[in-house]
Nanobody
Framework: QVQLVESGGGSVQAGGSLRLSCVASGYMYGSDCMGWFRQAPGKEREGVARFHFDGGSLVYVDSVKGRFTVSQDKAKNTVYLQMNSLKPEDTAMYYC?????????????????WGQGTQVTVSS
């Protein structure tokens, strides 16, 4: 069983930065899949990045490439999402997710464990 807790959301102006954190309780294997997802009001939940807990197989959605960066501190069982050059269209609830699969899928339904989410609001 894995529990995930996100933090770090907030309100910023366009062009600003935020760093989200996701702390996992329970043992995490390096091969476990993790993902950062977001969901804006009235829209489906979409993947922002997916990766193995050890940092391997990292994939970003095109809309955040060059602006968002995933990192991890395995000693703290924590993964981060550094978000730079934020845009109003990045406004959403951001979620951390995990799964024991070896191949990290794109769709949210492939992830068994979810955090409660942290709100990111970017104003123009």
């Amino acid at each position: 069983q894995v529990q995930l807790v996100e933090s770090g959301g907030g309100s910023v102006q366009a062009g600003g930065s935020l760093r989200l954190s996701c702390v996992a309780s329970g043992y995490m294997y390096g091969s476990d899949c993790m993902g950062w997802f977001r969901q804006a009001p009235g829209k489906e939940r979409e993947g922002v990045a997916r990766f193995h807990f050890d940092g391997g197989s990292l994939v970003y959605v095109d809309s955040v490439k060059g602006r968002f960066t995933v990192s991890q501190d395995k000693a703290k069982n924590t993964v981060y999402l550094q978000m730079n050059s934020l845009k109003p269209e990045d406004t959403a609830m951001y979620y951390c997710a995990a799964d024991r699969r070896i191949t990290c899928g794109v769709h949210p339904s492939l992830y068994d464990y979810w955090g409660q989410g942290t709100q990111v609001t970017v104003s123009s």
